[in-house]
């Protein structure tokens, strides 16, 4: 009988439960972008991801992301970007998560949160002047909507108010919980410009730039998981900020807001898949070279159908999420069905890292495996970019809205 085994033991190469001849819903230039990314993940996301988590490195998780290729993704070709949709966003998501979530949220905040409202609503004057650098890796984005007083309601809790003076707006409030928001050069933030209405119709949104005079990092919340990911409270005091910085018009910052949203929780939702897929990976390995009761554990189906619900998830989950992304790409509204998608998701995440972690038993709780790692990083899907909680709200009201009462 075989004792412990250590992980390296399992030889395991991450993505083998992922590979391009079992993907046929994928076309083969989105299979090879997938092993592209996976590559460049193995060489330089794979060695440092447990240095990230550990020790809460995020001068490290920014400097492999300065490097990244893809940092320009969403910037259309015409502008000298990649210009890729959702679909290949959740193939990126997906294979970084699988290495490294707290890269994979630093990048989402900067490439995606950050620019894609600039691509979407900036002037020419902005589009040159904000993100070149982001495409490039020289300069850092973020978005800053949460406020102390509004989480789940973030637009009817926003207090962060800008006046306008002449040809500057003074900014005055706090914005918490802002992923990169103590390494970013620029943030993509809302504001409140009339305080004479209800907050989603006096909201505005601003480029900022962070070495703005009155501009402070209050602290880096110190989370349970994607550790070495910075998330930020912050403190802006009589910052001024040049009309120009505007974002779309005065009051309808709404309309940005609400832009690319379901795009956004679609890349989400890829990186609750990729990481459930590493969990399952290291799971169904170990579960085979562990013996006990003179057999593998994968022999007792308490454990093998665990594994096998963590295929069902983990598989019917990433085909819908192929389905949701393309309809997105063709233009189609599709609010409800990504509220399901991502809490669907979010949750099988956290179940999946949790029952990986009980399949590998003692190791699998200390840090030995990467699972609890996995399992610390999964709660954080059932929270951010709208709770689950919030996703299912959401459901009830657009059922309303499409059926009536
Ligand atoms: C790691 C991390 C990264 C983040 N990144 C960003 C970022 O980059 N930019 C940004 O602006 N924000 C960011 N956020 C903020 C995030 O979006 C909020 O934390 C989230 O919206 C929830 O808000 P809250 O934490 O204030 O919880 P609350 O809104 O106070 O909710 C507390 C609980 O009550 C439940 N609840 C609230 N209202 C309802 C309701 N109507 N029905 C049922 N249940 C309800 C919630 O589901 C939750 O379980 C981040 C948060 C974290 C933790």
Redesign the pocket.
């Known amino acids: 009988m075989s004792g412990h085994i250590n992980f390296e033991d399992l030889e395991l190469k991450f993505g083998y439960s992922c590979m391009p001849d079992r993907l046929h819903y994928y076309s083969k230039e989105e299979n090879d972008f997938r092993m592209e990314v996976r590559r460049w993940c193995e060489t330089h996301v794979a060695p440092y991801a447990e240095q990230i988590d550990r020790n809460r490195d995020k001068n490290l998780a920014v400097k492999i992301l300065k490097e990244m290729p893809y940092l320009d993704m969403l910037i259309p070709e015409e502008a000298g970007g990649q210009g890729k949709g959702i679909l290949y966003r959740t193939i990126l998501g997906e294979e970084l998560t699988a290495f490294s979530y707290a890269l994979a949220g630093i990048f989402g905040?900067s490439s995606c949160?950050f620019a894609g409202p600039i691509i979407e609503f900036g002037t020419s004057e902005q589009k040159k002047e904000y993100l070149s650098g982001i495409g490039d890796g020289t300069k850092i984005g973020?978005?800053?909507?949460?406020e102390p007083t509004g989480?789940?309601?973030?637009i009817g809790g926003m207090r962060l108010k800008a006046v306008r003076e002449g040809d500057y707006y003074i900014l005055n409030g706090e914005?918490c919980?802002?992923?990169n928001g103590s390494v970013a050069d620029y943030l993509c933030m809302y504001t409140i410009t009339n305080d004479q209405v209800k907050q989603h119709k006096g909201m505005t949104a601003f480029i900022f730039e962070t070495d703005t005079p009155g501009f402070e990092v209050i602290k880096d919340f110190k989370?349970m998981g994607?550790r070495g990911m910075p998330?930020s409270h912050l403190r802006f005091t009589n910052c001024k900020v040049p009309a120009k910085n505007m974002l779309h018009r005065e009051n309808e910052g709404l309309e940005v807001l609400l832009f690319g949203l379901d795009g956004e929780r679609t890349f989400t939702a890829s990186q609750y898949v990729g990481l459930a897929r590493s969990a399952f990976e290291v799971a169904y390995r170990y579960a085979h070279k562990r013996e006990q009761f003179g057999k593998s554990i994968y022999n007792f189906e308490a454990n093998s159908f665990k594994i096998a619900e963590m295929y069902m998830d983990i598989e019917i989950n990433r085909i819908a999420m192929v389905q949701i992304a393309r309809m997105l790409d063709e233009g189609h509204y599709l609010r409800p069905t990504v509220a399901a998608l991502k809490a669907r998701i979010a949750d099988a995440t956290v179940r999946i890292t949790q029952d990986a972690v009980q399949i590998v038993g003692g190791l699998g709780y200390s840090e030995e495996y990467p699972l609890e790692r996995y399992y610390r990083d999964a709660k954080?899907g059932q929270?951010?970019?709208?709770?689950?909680?919030?996703m299912r709200?959401l459901i009830t009201r657009e059922m309303i809205r499409m059926w009536g009462k």
Do not use: Q
């Open positions: 905040a949160l973020a978005i800053a909507i949460t989480g789940s309601d973030a914005k919980f802002i992923t989370h994607r998330n954080i929270i951010s970019a709208g709770t689950s909680e919030i709200y």
